[in-house]
């Protein structure tokens, strides 16, 4: 894991990635057999990695848009540079 950053690259990247990891948890849970005693805590598990997934990937479109507005107001202040 890298050190933080007020990078928004790094951020939207660092997000994009546990998105991933959720999706790919999320996967696993759904296809592990449900058998007693265990079960009611995998549907738990399962559930609970089913929100956390989603919540990611609302984080990621939220960053996007967050990134997306602070570019176009550095492009209004620099006269449509970037630098």
Do not use: F, Y
């Not at 959720?22 to 549907?43: C, F, H, N, Q, Y």
């Not at 919540?55 to 550095?74: F, K, S, T, Y």
Request: glycine share 4%.
């Amino acid at each position: 894991m890298k050190a933080p950053t007020d990078d928004l690259n790094d951020l939207e990247s660092d997000i994009g990635n546990l998105a991933h990891l959720m999706g790919v948890l999320t996967e696993i849970l759904v296809e592990m057999p449900r058998v007693a005693p265990s079960a009611p805590m995998l549907d738990r598990a399962n559930a609970l990695s089913w929100i956390a997934r989603d919540m990611a990937n609302q984080m990621v479109e939220a960053v996007a848009l967050c990134h997306a507005r602070v570019l176009a107001d550095r492009r209004s202040k620099k006269g449509g540079s970037l630098q």
